[in-house]
């Protein structure tokens, strides 16, 4: 609350020199000064709904508080952790959005038939043994996050569940570690309430990059 009333201060001295500057400029800055304005104005409206989100009772999850991991090598466990956290967070209405990178390791993981780390298997090169370890570690990945989904599904939210109500993206930063290719990133969306059910296989020559906008 404190960091909104000084960002709403901030504002109020703006517009006071906003209205002091208005009568010495030409009608073209008047029109960017004006521009410039408007941007304040949704900034204002955009602090005053979140002063109204603070003061808003909050939902409780009736559950322990998650614990941190201690192997910081157990990039599982971090993994699950911080889904956790974030079926949490989205529970308790904490925020509508959460953007979440878990990023290859170059310790050893505890998973049983694992010998090196992420980071260093998927620079696998091909290699069948590293390539096998690689799926391990991955399909561990996968199943925490199925998890997290089911965990949405059977938390209940209003009219529905939490899985019904939240759009859930996964997917690659690289198509193919090994050579560090962008081409044919793998993602996946689940619910949001969207018709699903779908594998959408691109061109993988002449494919629609992740960022496009039509």
Not at 56 to 71: S, V
Not at 94 to 114: F, H, Y
Not at 141 to 164: H, I, K, M, N
Request: charged share 20%.
């Amino acid at each position: 609350m404190e960091r909104l009333k000084r960002g709403q201060s901030v504002l109020d001295r703006m517009g006071q020199q906003f209205g002091a500057l208005n009568g010495r400029l030409s009608q073209r800055d008047r029109r960017q000064v004006s521009d410039y304005t408007d941007a304040v104005r949704d900034m204002e409206k955009q602090l005053h709904a979140t002063e109204d989100w603070a003061h808003r009772p909050k939902p409780q999850a009736n559950e322990p508080a998650p614990t941190d991991i201690g192997d910081r090598s157990d990039v599982i466990g971090l993994t699950r952790l911080m889904l956790n956290m974030t079926r949490l967070a989205l529970q308790t209405d904490s925020t509508r959005v959460v953007t979440l990178s878990i990023a290859c390791q170059d310790s050893v993981p505890p998973i049983k038939g694992v010998t090196l780390g992420h980071h260093a298997l998927s620079h696998h090169a091909r290699d069948p043994a590293k390539i096998g370890q690689l799926q391990i570690v991955e399909q561990l990945q996968l199943t925490a996050f199925r998890d997290f989904l089911l965990a949405l599904r059977d938390t209940q939210d209003g009219s529905g569940t939490l899985l019904d109500h939240t759009q859930v993206l996964i997917g690659s930063n690289l198509g193919e570690a090994s050579g560090h290719s962008t081409y044919n990133l793998p993602i996946l969306l689940a619910g949001g309430g969207h018709k699903h059910g779908q594998h959408i296989a691109g061109d993988r020559e002449h494919n629609t990059r992740y960022a496009t906008c039509s």
